[in-house]
């Protein structure tokens, strides 16, 4: 897979995980992942569940872990089912601006919009459902699609004292690139763990976000190169 692999690093060196860091570990839910015995892979990206195993590696070196969860209700703005004449992966013109249309997913209440079985965080302090307004999308941690309304995720975090944030989950070139572009925004350092991530890649989408990254100043590393401070 081509996505990730060409990403120039912002940052080399090792680092060492401090107590003002949080692991933010984006929608890893079934409809994400490629379908298991029938459930999820309503919106499937390609490997999506190959970085469930090393997210959980990750998450045993962090102290602060914090999930988002997409959470829409049936008949959603983002769907396509809610736009007669228009298919998945079109656009349409909202009130906020221009919307990519999906496949129906993550569902509030349904097997889709469980988090992935074998994710395995049992201390994560945190899950931040997002999308769950009928009349917006929510792609950020941060902010809904109209990029005014809050999540509540910047207060928590500095309620918390939290500071720096290591984003990884689905997909980089839509929840993880505004999370993180959002993120920095407002106030907080951001890195991306390329090999924690995986796109959706619709035409472009891989390119633009990377250089979107770039230009917003955020690091990119391997999670190899992330040490525990114990």
Same mark, same amino acid.
Not at 86 to 105: C, I, N, S
């Given at each position: 897979?081509?996505?990730?692999?060409?990403?120039? %690093?912002?940052?080399?060196?090792l680092m060492?995980?401090?107590?003002?860091?949080?692991?933010?570990?984006?929608?890893?839910?079934?409809?994400?992942?490629?379908?298991?015995?029938?459930? $999820? $892979? =309503?919106?499937?990206? @390609?490997?999506?569940?190959?970085?469930?195993?090393?997210i959980?590696?990750?998450?045993?070196?962090?102290?602060?872990?914090?999930? @988002?969860?997409?959470?829409?209700? =049936? $008949?959603?703005?983002?769907?396509?089912?809610?736009?007669?004449?228009?298919?998945?992966?079109?656009?349409?013109?909202?009130?906020?601006?221009?919307?990519?249309?999906?496949?129906?997913?993550?569902?509030?209440? @349904?097997?889709?919009?469980?988090?992935h079985?074998?994710?395995?965080?049992?201390?994560a302090?945190?899950?931040?459902?997002?999308?769950?307004?009928?009349?917006?999308?929510?792609?950020? =941690?941060?902010?809904?699609?109209?990029?005014?309304?809050? @999540?509540?995720?910047?207060?928590?975090?500095?309620?918390?004292?939290?500071?720096?944030?290591?984003?990884?989950?689905?997909? %980089?070139?839509f929840?993880?690139?505004?999370?993180?572009?959002?993120?920095?925004?407002?106030?907080?350092?951001?890195?991306?763990?390329?090999?924690?991530?995986?796109g959706?890649?619709?035409?472009?989408?891989?390119?633009?976000?990377?250089?979107?990254?770039?230009?917003? $100043?955020?690091?990119?590393?391997?999670?190899?190169?992330?040490?525990?401070?114990?």
């Open positions: 897979m081509h996505l990730l692999a060409t990403m120039p %690093y912002a940052k080399l060196c060492k995980i401090q107590s003002t860091d949080a692991l933010l570990v984006i929608d890893v839910q079934n409809d994400f992942c490629p379908p298991v015995d029938g459930v $999820g $892979g =309503a919106l499937a990206v @390609t490997g999506g569940d190959a970085i469930v195993p090393i959980n590696r990750l998450a045993q070196r962090f102290e602060h872990v914090i999930l @988002t969860q997409d959470w829409h209700p =049936a $008949g959603h703005i983002s769907f396509a089912s809610s736009h007669p004449g228009k298919r998945p992966f079109e656009t349409t013109e909202v009130a906020y601006g221009t919307q990519t249309l999906w496949p129906d997913h993550c569902v509030q209440g @349904t097997p889709g919009a469980d988090l079985p074998g994710l395995s965080i049992p201390h302090e945190l899950i931040l459902r997002k999308g769950f307004r009928r009349e917006i999308d929510s792609y950020s =941690a941060f902010l809904e699609d109209d990029h005014t309304t809050p @999540t509540g995720l910047a207060s928590y975090l500095r309620e918390r004292g939290l500071q720096r944030l290591f984003l990884c989950g689905l997909a %980089y070139d929840c993880v690139r505004f999370s993180a572009i959002d993120g920095t925004a407002a106030g907080f350092e951001c890195i991306v763990i390329e090999d924690a991530t995986r959706v890649d619709l035409p472009g989408s891989i390119e633009e976000t990377t250089t979107a990254l770039a230009t917003a $100043g955020i690091s990119k590393i391997v999670s190899e190169r992330i040490e525990s401070s114990c």
